[in-house]
């Protein structure tokens, strides 16, 4: 009988996290067992599993005993701290947090374009920022044939990537402006656009130009997430990307305007086609019949929805795209789970002997 | 005594014709009367100017007899069978509809922008689309300064561009989402993305990637209002403009995140004090303390708001920014009175000899 594995889901009650349960239950992958981790607030809290009932565990340096593989989606601080515990303890780590994703020791991944990085891993596995990956779907099959010299790209981003209390905030602006008639600009908010900076602003009827904080160089992490990120998954710190984060009042979803410009002239048809037959991605573009990607009809899927593709209208290898799909699944949960189904594909689920990562 | 104007709004009881109104009131044109005229529906309703009960009145061939200025903002099917009429009447017609936009006897005038446009006029004035304008406002001091080759922008446009039925729509999903539960792709849409259209879909939580109906090239009409129109206000045909326009669940002001390159290499610390300095523009623009356009703060001025001015990260003539305006305001309302203001101040206001238009 093949191995089976045991599964740990570290940040098991938050937004990420509880998608991440729902894909491994529908997962092809062999699990022996699970447990759910989290912080020591929200340990007890009994959670499903397949129909059965598990106990939410507080993480600690111990809690990776005889599991062998973590999804770690609980911030960065949680996983810098104990993600080397992880493979310390002989599991494999898909970290879907910001923080180990430049580090050279460690793959960053979207199963579709650059699996083969898996085969070097160290035990930590990166999941790149949601925004980046669904770019990479959409992208990755121009790219391959078409070469990729520059993207620029402005983002309509849902606000259930600032987590549960993002969502919760949202809900609870939007019905003081529509219920109790509040001006948009002064309902109070406490946590977009950035839980860790200092102001706050409505997202209720609004359009945010700010996603995580800003940087030295005047754009936002989530901004150079998407230049850095990019760059790493194509292997090709040539690639120019300069990106625009914005925040927009969606629940589920993101959306991206995206303009390219390829290294050979790319016929419009053979950039569809191209597109329609890269997994994960799905063309759903026909303006005569207003067919284009929308975040309603994306949210809750796993694919890439990509429409609106379209030659520049002056630049000769210059081409626009509309590019949706579901923060928390592709751009999250499921890119996550697929990583470690990809690792079970290759045989790459094992302990590593030499530890990289510092345990603090 | 000065000459005082006999000024007609028609389109008196749209979302557009009521701040029509509201900027006249407030307007320094020396105003002797006013006559609100709309569709056979509207007439006979009583709406206030100044204090005064004024009574709608159908518009007519005949409506136009005595007046001297007419804003027009009825729909381009109204604009095309009356304005010339109004001329014939010895009128000076402002036309915010898209019909006589791009007719080569027709100025396209933003004040700040263009206003010399307006002393070889004809009769009639068009004023720009919304999502150009406040483009024009925020790009013009760069092009004086750096010259401007090329300009990528993508919009974050509100519902009430599309007219008051389409607020009370967007108003009427968001309730149905946040109050009774429904899902977004669920509910029920008659008007939005585009009234005149197929298929309508929903906004609420969601994002639209379609303004206006499609052309034949694949844009669609919203986008290629943006690139011929800024050619045109510009008057530079070499000008590179590709857009993508989207609707997204915001009432009031449109958001624009715009990469432009320019002629020569522009020190942002220049960009900003151009912009800064340029009437009509505010600079809102602090990383540090998270200041930066948002459009719950602009609705309601007039001004237009530039911020996220930053260097692109690889193109040495590449800047992006993020500009914000009330697209009923300064996108319509505003900037057809500030063009009524500005023909009395350069005494334009007169009638015209030649009928250039043709009579329907």
């Known amino acids: 009988m093949s191995k089976e594995y045991v599964v740990a889901v570290v940040g098991a009650t938050g937004a990420v996290g509880s998608r991440m349960i729902t894909m491994l239950e529908e997962s092809s992958l062999p699990i022996k067992s699970i447990k759910l981790l ?66 050279t020791d460690v793959p960053l991944v979207v199963p579709e374009v650059n699996a083969h990085a898996l085969d070097a891993h160290n035990g930590i596995i990166a999941c790149p920022n949601c925004s980046t990956i669904q770019m990479m779907v959409a992208l990755e099959p121009v790219r391959q044939a078409f070469g990729l010299k520059r993207i620029i790209v402005s983002t309509y981003q849902a606000v259930s990537g600032a987590g549960a209390k993002a969502i919760a905030e949202t809900e609870r602006e939007i019905q003081e402006v529509v219920n109790d008639k509040k001006d948009p600009k002064d309902v109070i908010a406490e946590i977009l656009p950035s839980g860790g900076d200092k102001k706050h602003y409505p997202i209720a009827f609004n359009a945010l130009p700010q996603i995580d904080v800003f940087t030295e160089n005047d754009y936002t992490y989530e901004e150079m997430k998407m230049t850095n990120e990019t760059k790493k998954i194509m292997e090709d710190p040539a690639i120019a990307v300069s990106a625009t984060c914005v925040r927009i009042p969606v629940i589920l979803a993101h959306s991206e305007s995206i303009y390219i410009e390829t290294e050979k002239v790319a016929p419009i048809a053979e950039v569809k086609a191209a597109i329609a037959n890269f997994p994960g991605a799905v063309l759903e573009d026909d303006p005569s019949q207003q067919v284009y990607p929308q975040a309603v009809n994306a949210a809750g899927k796993r694919e890439t929805f990509v429409g609106r593709i379209r030659k520049d209208l002056d630049a000769e290898t210059g081409i626009h795209m509309w590019v949706v799909s579901d923060n928390l699944l592709k751009g999250a949960a499921w890119n996550s789970v697929q990583i470690a189904e990809t690792l079970h594909e290759r045989g790459l689920v094992h302990a590593t002997t030499e530890l990289k990562f510092d345990l603090l």
């Open 38 to 103: 989290a912080t020591i607030r929200s340990a007890g809290k009994v959670l499903q599993f397949k129909g059965q009932d598990i106990t939410v565990e507080e993480t600690t340096e111990q809690s990776f005993d005889g599991v062998d593989i973590a999804l770690f989606s609980a911030g960065g601080s949680v996983s810098a701290k104990f993600a080397p515990y992880a493979v310390k303890s002989g599991a494999v780590v898909v970290d879907n947090t910001s923080h180990f994703r430049m580090n």
